[in-house]
């Protein structure tokens, strides 16, 4: 079974005889108790289970047990140690769905370094943005050693030329170091586990920092009150590593509980989204998660032989989150696969944050989705979330989210601090002990969404029905497209250096699209009359946005001085939104306008 | 322009035409002709994701594998065909 071996990222195949591990039937369960996760691993490997890679065509490409990992951690700690690297030291991680990244995120953990993942999705043309984004996420937390596998070496290169790092290189270069002779110190409850960039702010790269205590609490949540896991269970993935539902959701989660978990490429699933559903019925997973969209995205491209192929019936946990919850796609995804017995009972939406760890909130499991209506027209006057009947001819739907995990506090505020009233929507502020202790090295950042006595302002827009969580409006400064966080202002910076768009002149919001999409709009003012000269400016800022952000953005050329200005002069997005939807024939686009009235100006 | 690669535009083009047609991309018709230097990207509102299905059709049409991160130097039509001809040759 478990003879085939990977050795350092050098995946050995011995074709046929590869098998994934099992799930832990070996290990009695525990998921707390643990002082670091080097602790967690160390108990993990007592088991046979483990990690398992798959490739482009869905086929088993590399075996990691726990055993393996740790052993194989251990000793690519003692290299990082030989290269005279101090405690606390920053490692990037280029995060591709590989065994490497396993390997050195734990090395780091022994080693008493803090690992953090970079991207490892490179858009079409988009070179020179990648390059540039790596490097500005080394740079912010001047990162000690950087690693990429092979696939992106000459990227990280082209990053780090003429930085100061100790160390940047492929998983071969850091295995041919020597061992340093020198026993590990324990890792302490506050020391910083990890750093999590928010997938955000491509210009100012935020990293949360999240430590040891903090991380193993929000993971006992989730395995213990969040998922119930237990030992039948098993992780099917394809999210990347660079997201926080990847890293912790489908590495640390199984690791924190002794679980298997399957992965499949990001890219993959792009491409072959169907392959998710392979994996999950070839190994009878139990737990897989994903951003609303990649349930669509997967029922898009079913096809009729798909029915008989698949066999569903062990996915117990579909775990909805990263982005709104969107009953509509959901069900459509369920009612196409029922043939291949898909229980509709298995999603559980979630509501989460990096700044979080992972989870705050799961709704109950086995129930499915519980949709709650309400009067969109009371909802766009006064806020309040007032339930109305499905079939109402100006109705909202909102998921609930469950209540949050055992440890949070939550309250829902208006925007002069006070706590509202139940079905009143407001800003979701947090506290407990799975809330991050700030943005790394970043006092400015941190003061703004933590308060002295440890609440954190999410950002997020909703409303509570007794103890339990609806959430209308996800982060109010940031852009949410395909699952990608997007922040207004980076768009706008990066549109300026088309010849023509001015600073200042320009704005970027999003609007709800026809579908169930947002769509990305900005409006540009630009002087130009001239047909030819008004689509050049377009396509330059249509290809540095695909570039950048990898997304379709509407763009829309006004005069100068058609954009609305605070009395401060500082230019308004949300007037430029609220102006924007005016200009549109109706009903073209239009924005849910409880949305308009719950979002703050940027 | 070698024989092959202008073969593979060829269908490339086809390939494009007939993924725009199918996934209902309203440009395709003010466009005009796609030719080897139609940018993918910016020509299209194809995002990323459709970016990436469209490649999976590439591959399973010239039965090559792409590599996806030569795509980072990718723009237009004859790019891609360049990408697929060193596939076929490797």
Partial sequence: ?602 | MNTRIHEIEQRIKLLLASYLESSNHPELEAHGEITGETNLVSDFTMDSFQVMEFMMELEEAFDVMIDMNSLSNTHTVHDLAVIVDKDLSG
Wanted: charged share 25%; proline share 5%; with cysteine.
């Fill in chain 1, 1 to 602: 079974m478990m003879d085939s071996k990977i050795t350092f990222g050098q995946k050995t195949k011995t074709e046929s005889s590869m098998q994934p591990t099992p799930v832990n039937k070996k290990l009695p369960i525990k998921s707390d108790g643990f002082a670091n996760l080097a602790e967690a691993l160390d108990y993990a490997a007592a088991g046979d289970s483990g990690f398992n890679f798959y490739d482009h065509r869905g086929q088993l490409d590399a075996v990691l047990s726990y055993r393996q990992l740790r052993d194989e951690a251990r000793t690519l700690a003692r290299r990082l140690l030989g290269l005279g690297l101090k405690h606390g030291d920053r490692v990037g991680i280029i995060a591709e769905t590989d065994p490497m990244f396993h390997r050195f995120f734990f090395a780091c953990q022994y080693a008493g370094l803090i690992p953090f993942a970079l991207p490892a999705g490179i858009q079409m043309g988009a070179h020179t943005a990648y390059v540039g984004q790596i490097r500005r996420m080394l740079e912010s937390c001047d990162a000690a050693i950087a690693v990429a596998p092979a696939s992106h070496t000459e990227f990280l290169h082209e990053a780090v030329a003429d930085m100061d790092l100790v160390m940047a290189g492929t998983p071969e270069e850091f295995d041919a170091l020597p061992e340093a002779d020198i026993e590990f110190q324990t890792v302490q409850a506050g020391d910083l586990a990890y750093l999590q960039y928010t997938s955000g702010s491509t210009r100012f790269p935020r990293g949360v920092e999240i430590d040891q205590a903090t991380v193993l609490e929000n993971l006992r949540a989730i395995a213990q009150d969040g998922l119930k896991l237990n030992n039948e269970d098993r992780f099917v993935s394809w999210l990347p590593y660079y997201h926080d539902m990847g890293l912790i959701g489908f590495i640390l989660v199984p690791l924190i509980c002794q679980l298997s978990a399957d992965y499949l490429p990001s890219r993959t699933f792009a491409m072959r989204p169907r392959l998710w559903l392979k994996i999950i019925s070839d190994n009878r997973g139990t737990v897989s998660s994903s951003p609303t969209f990649g349930y669509a995205l997967c029922a898009k491209r079913l096809r009729p032989s798909d029915y008989e192929r698949y066999d569903l019936s062990s996915w117990r946990a579909a775990c909805v989150g990263a982005e709104q919850v969107n009953p509509i796609p959901l069900r459509a995804f369920a009612e196409a696969l029922a043939p291949c017995n898909f229980d509709p009972n298995a999603f559980v939406a979630c509501y989460g944050m990096a700044e979080c760890v992972l989870a705050v909130s799961f709704a109950p499991l086995d129930l499915g989705l519980s949709v709650d209506y309400v009067d969109q027209a009371v909802m766009s006057g006064s806020g309040e979330a007032k339930p109305v009947n499905p079939d109402h001819n100006n109705v909202a739907a909102y998921v609930d989210c469950g209540q949050v995990l055992p440890g949070f506090e939550f309250c829902i505020r208006d925007e002069q601090g006070n706590e509202v009233s139940e079905r009143q929507c407001g800003e979701i502020m947090l506290r407990g002990p799975s809330v991050m202790s700030g943005y790394f090295r970043d006092e400015e950042s941190s003061r703004a969404v933590l308060s002295d006595d440890g609440w954190l302002d999410t950002g997020d827009i909703g409303y509570r029905v007794g103890d339990n969580l609806f959430i209308t409006a996800r982060s109010k400064d940031v852009i949410i497209i395909k699952g990608r966080n997007i922040w207004p202002n980076d768009m706008e910076v990066v549109a300026q250096r088309v010849e023509g768009v001015r600073l200042g002149g320009v704005a970027a919001f999003s609007v709800a699209g026809f579908g169930e999409e947002e769509l990305a709009v900005m409006v540009v003012e630009t002087k130009e009359r001239e047909n030819s000269a008004r689509h050049r400016l377009s396509q330059g800022i249509t290809e540095l946005m695909h570039e950048h952000f990898g997304i379709n953005v509407i763009i829309d050329l006004v005069r100068p001085g058609t954009l609305p200005r605070t009395s401060s002069g500082k230019l308004s997005r949300f007037q430029s939104r609220e102006a924007y939807l005016e200009r549109q024939p109706a009903p073209a686009l239009r924005l849910p306008s409880h949305r308009r009235n719950n979002r703050k100006t940027a």
